[in-house]
């Protein structure tokens, strides 16, 4: 049976979108359950990422500035903390009654350490998977509210806002104390400063929920922030570890951008979309090119598969892929969503659909 959330989805599709229906059908009456968790893959996932993304970390961060040592940790260490960090995505998939210690230990050893916990990323991305939001100017992962295709001035300061980020972020911690000066102070911070996106037109919808967890980690996230210069500070660590830490952020950060333009074609021309538009509007990756296997961990490369089923787990996206490969018809538009790579969308998204092939 699919998942409470994928039925709703279900209801809004339009009369000329069988397409979708045979694949959900199709899904539903597999002999496998795609949508069935599997706890020890979520933990293999996170614990081996965790080993080895803070183990190159930390002698990226230790060891004399320019050595080799240095040098070779950096790579790993960014790669294996965009891989941990990107986590993030599948625990706000997770249903609210789902691997709790996982998304407890997960926010604690990744979110608080990382300065990216996860509620502050959940509500904003299933913004993003809605109808009534996905590719308006409000919807807040659609690059192309903040990116325009061919625009060099548009690309600088994308570019720009990228550079930012991991400050932003580190001031968003630092200064949680102030936040709480005025009632005004305050809710914008929860509706404009507690969503980690680059689209400034977006705003939060703040639940009691949202507000009590935001409460609860923005704390533990305030004094690994403040530990940071204050280690500099008290002499614990180096003046380097700053600019250090900041390289080390911001490269992950630029990873996962790298990733956002290929997500989907942005084609949208900022109404709502239907069910139909948003899967047409999104893309799936079969292919083994290093660019897509870097962008991509795990299996989330599937994204247009994922966009269609939000609550069917990364680990099952690849098999529930080959398995709808043969059995929908071999004219089915869901077949014709694979792209050969990530830079033939990529280059559409920076340059526009002019671009040489």
Known sequence: MLPASDRADLQEVSEDAGWIR??????????????????WRYW???LVSLTIAYTSATIYLVSPLGSWAQLIAFPLAVFWLYRLGSLIHEVCHLGHHEMRVFKVVWNLLVGVMTL?????FTRHHRDHHSTRMYGTPEDPEYVANVLEAGSWKSSLIYTLMVMAFPI??????LLVPFTYLTPAIRKWTLEHGSAFTLNTRYTRRVTPFDRKVI????????????????AVLAGLAPPERIPLLYLLALSTVVLNQLR??????FEGDGSPATVESHILDSCNYTGSDVLTWLFFP??????ALHHLFPSMPYHNLKPAHEYLARTLPADSPYLGLDEPGWWSVARRTIFGHHAAA
């Open 44 to 46: 293999t996932d996170f």
């Open 298 to 303: 795990f299996s989330i490369r599937y994204h």
């Open 22 to 39: 045979d694949a959900r059908r199709a899904v539903r009456e597999a002999p496998v359950n795609y949508f069935a968790v599997s706890p």
């Open 215 to 230: 409460t609860a980690l923005e704390w533990p996230c305030f004094l690994r922030a403040a530990f940071i210069p204050g």
């Open 260 to 265: 956002q333009l290929a997500d989907h074609h």
């Open 168 to 173: 932003a972020v580190f001031l968003r911690f």
């Open 116 to 120: 990216m916990p996860s509620p502050f």
